[in-house]
């Protein structure tokens, strides 16, 4: 089975902290994604990645980076936390672009 | 950036009703995905529709992909509380899932 996890279920963080959620994969995925979750807009990409170190912008980027340094392992971060960033964040993966998409359980982050 | 709206919003409905949930968009899609999502999980997919006017059953859940692959429905016969979820549509432009657009979720309650 697949087996997509993150770092954290839950996370309380203070406006202009830094924040890292971690996602790591187990199944040798090339491609890698983060959405984040808001009632009734449904799932927004936020980045994705489709090799090591390559990354690409989706469609609401601002405000966040990522880090792909080794294949299994992708990570989000918030350089400076804003309340407006109060989400839940799903990290993906599959093997290629025609695959299933497979989903983590999220992370519901909270910035104070 | 192309929007899927679907509709209801909420539904909530006996077990062994009928329900049908719809997903709309002004833009044309390759393909269309439908996931079920469960509290603390992150969305599972169900089934990917691909051909204009295609029809998918899954036991007791139907999927129609519209003639002009702008629209979609899920029609669910006598629901069980074991449907209870959150129904996510996600359309993709091209043959990958690079990019998927997401629906803005229908939140079905199936009551005992």
């Known amino acids: 089975d697949v087996k997509v996890t993150q770092s954290s279920r839950y996370l309380v963080k203070r406006t202009g902290e830094k924040v890292f959620l971690e996602c790591v994969q187990d199944m040798d995925h090339e491609n890698m994604f983060w959405y984040r979750q808001d009632p009734g807009l449904g799932l927004r990409l936020i980045y994705f990645?489709?090799?090591?170190?390559?990354?690409e912008k989706g469609d609401i980027p601002e405000g966040y980076s990522v880090s792909r340094e080794k294949k299994e392992r992708f990570s989000l971060i918030l350089e400076s936390a804003s309340t407006n960033q109060t989400s839940m964040y799903l990290c993906?993966?599959?093997?290629?672009?025609?695959?299933?998409?497979?989903f983590g359980p999220g992370t519901r982050l909270t910035v104070l | 950036t192309q929007l899927l709206e679907q509709s209801p919003q909420f539904l909530s409905i006996q077990e062994g009703e009928n329900l049908t949930v719809y997903c709309n968009s002004s833009?044309?899609?390759?393909?269309l995905q439908w996931y079920r999502q469960e509290p603390g999980e992150g969305p599972v997919l169900l089934v990917t529709v691909v051909t204009g006017g295609e029809v998918k059953k899954l036991k007791r859940l139907t999927f129609q992909f519209g003639d002009a692959r702008k629209d979609s429905s899920l029609h669910i016969t006598a629901a069980q509380p074991g449907d209870t979820g959150l129904y996510l549509c996600?359309?993709?432009?091209?043959?990958?899932?690079?990019?998927?657009?997401f629906g803005t979720g229908t939140r079905l309650t199936i009551i005992p």
């Open positions: 993906a993966s599959d093997r290629d672009s025609t695959d299933t998409q497979y």
């Open positions: 996600a359309g993709a432009v091209g043959f990958g899932n690079e990019k998927l657009t």
């Open positions: 833009s044309v899609f390759s393909s």
């Open positions: 990645s489709y090799d090591v170190k390559m990354k």
